[in-house]
């Protein structure tokens, strides 16, 4: 169990920045599947459609983060918020430890949780599902990802394992 006294916040909000930068690695992989659809192998193309398809939800998701009003994630005395999520503050009484996760260089913070049940019931069904299947890749239940944030994941892991080992 993590215990954390006198603890300075910490709030991470949408960069604007990094979120125009996004988009354009958005248009680059769409554009890079549309390629692939024009080649003779069908594997390429059918690999080409399905990633057409979801570059372009995704490029149509990221615009809808701009509206987005306040902090995202919050770390204060009471423990970690993350607002995408909205099951409230994840109290440091019930974080045991904390560790990072790793996809394809996309750093995430893993909060290893005493009883994840209670942070589970929050979220709806389908969420709850996706959430656990974290494990499959060696994740825990709750796994913050800071992509589009600033600060961003090096700034807050500090952050975090300051007040944890202080």
């Known amino acids: 169990m993590c215990g954390v006294t006198d603890l300075i916040s910490m709030k991470c909000y949408e ?12 248009l680059l992989l769409i554009a890079g599947s549309v390629f692939c659809t024009m ?12 990633g057409a398809v ?8 990221i615009p ?9 994630v919050i770390i204060d005395e009471n423990g970690i918020e993350d607002k995408r999520l909205k099951i409230g503050v994840i109290e440091w009484r019930h974080i045991d430890r904390i560790s990072e996760g790793d996809i394809h260089g996309t750093k995430f913070l893993c909060l ?25 890749v060696g994740f825990p239940e709750f796994s913050l990802s800071f992509v589009g944030l600033s600060p961003g994941y090096t700034e807050v892991r500090a952050f975090v394992s300051d007040q944890i080992n202080s």
């Open 15 to 26: 960069s604007k920045l990094k979120l125009i930068g996004l988009m354009g690695l958005g």
């Open 64 to 72: 809808m983060r701009f509206f987005r009003k306040g902090p995202q």
């Open 112 to 136: 290893h949780l005493t009883d994840p049940e209670i942070y589970l019931q929050k979220l709806p069904t389908w969420k709850r599902r996706l959430t656990k299947s974290n494990n499959a």
């Open 54 to 61: 979801f570059f372009s939800l995704c490029f149509i998701a």
């Open 39 to 50: 080649l003779p192998n069908w594997t390429a193309q059918i690999a080409g459609w399905v």
